[in-house]
């Protein structure tokens, strides 16, 4: 299959890439990545030089770039880039306006121009909103908090409609929380563990107790395999790890992993809109295609803790750099 990645250069893209290669060493893999600050060709050195990998810096946005790319004829697109977090979306929208809804926009009218056979739209379960009892199915509505999940609501709509109306054959998937080697430290994970191995404080949102399901890296890429593969077009599949946990007792564990004091835990002022609790049913893709989680926190999370404090050098190069004054404006630099 001849496979155009987006975003490939961040952190599930990354993942991805590398998961595909392992599967299908046949494969030939474009990555479009405009590098912004989340995107890192560090996350890909294995790869760069491999037969069949191509990478192409450049925005999604931009219809003569996706054009430019799209006419070598691709069987597939899957669809990452995007900016992914929360925090940065309530302190500036405008981004993810354009790179969520109007580069997705610009990658289905790319596809449908140029017989793109699969269109898989990667997309997040916060675009239900947030649930206090049971689960959301692919059925449920669409209820986002967050300037980023409104943007990924709009996108998932958008891909509908090109599915409905230009017969564009789209699957979009609705993943839980990921983690892993190559997750930007402004994510909860590897900011705990990043923070904890130099004996910073772990700033904690409100009470601590807002609850998350959490997933390796490893099992969405696989699932994402499986939809791409056999996936049926026009249709949303729930991906989950059925691990969930409140933010605090998440904390604790990965301080226990590391061998580090719970006094390192300071609560801070909450996120505004927070969403309480992601909790959704991923029954449809297990009967459908056969797909389960392998992994449990018990399994990956003491391996993920490993890589990063392997990695050292990889988010220190990170943290040195504008992610510096990320951190002071949201923490106030503690
Ligand atoms: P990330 O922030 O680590 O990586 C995003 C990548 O997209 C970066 O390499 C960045 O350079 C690239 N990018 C951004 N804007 C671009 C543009 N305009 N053109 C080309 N490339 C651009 O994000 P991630 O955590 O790997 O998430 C990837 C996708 O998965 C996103 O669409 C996100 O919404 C979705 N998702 C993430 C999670 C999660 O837990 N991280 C869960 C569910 C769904
Ligand atoms: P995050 O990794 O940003 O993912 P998302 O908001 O997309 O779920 O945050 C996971 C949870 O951890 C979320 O409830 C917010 C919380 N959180 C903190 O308590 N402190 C932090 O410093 C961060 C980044 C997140």
Redesign the pocket.
Known sequence: MKLLV??G?????SNFIRYIFQQHPDWQVAN?????Y??NLENLKDIEKRTGYSFVKG???DRATVDGILKEGYDGVVN?????HVDRSILDASPFVD?NFK?TQVMLEGAREHGVKRFLQ???DEVYGSRGEGYFTEESPLDPSSPYSAS?AAADLMCLAYHKTHGLPVMITR????YGPYQ?PE?LIPLVISNAAEDMTIPIYGDGQNRRDWIYVEDHCRALEAVLLKGRAGQVYNIAGGQEKPNLDLVKLLLKLMGKPESLITFVKDRPAHDRRYAIDCGKIERELGWKPLYTIEKAMAATVDWYLANGPWWRNIKSGEYQEYYTRMYGGR
């Not at 479009?32 to 912004?36: F, G």
């Not at 993943?175 to 990921?178: A, G, M, R």
Request: net charge neutral; proline share 0%.
């Open positions: 987006t975003g250069a961040g952190f599930i893209g479009l990545d405009r590098l912004s989340a995107g925005d999604i946005t990452f880039a995007a900016e992914s790179t580069g990667v997309s997040t990924k993943c839980t929380n990921n930007f994510k």
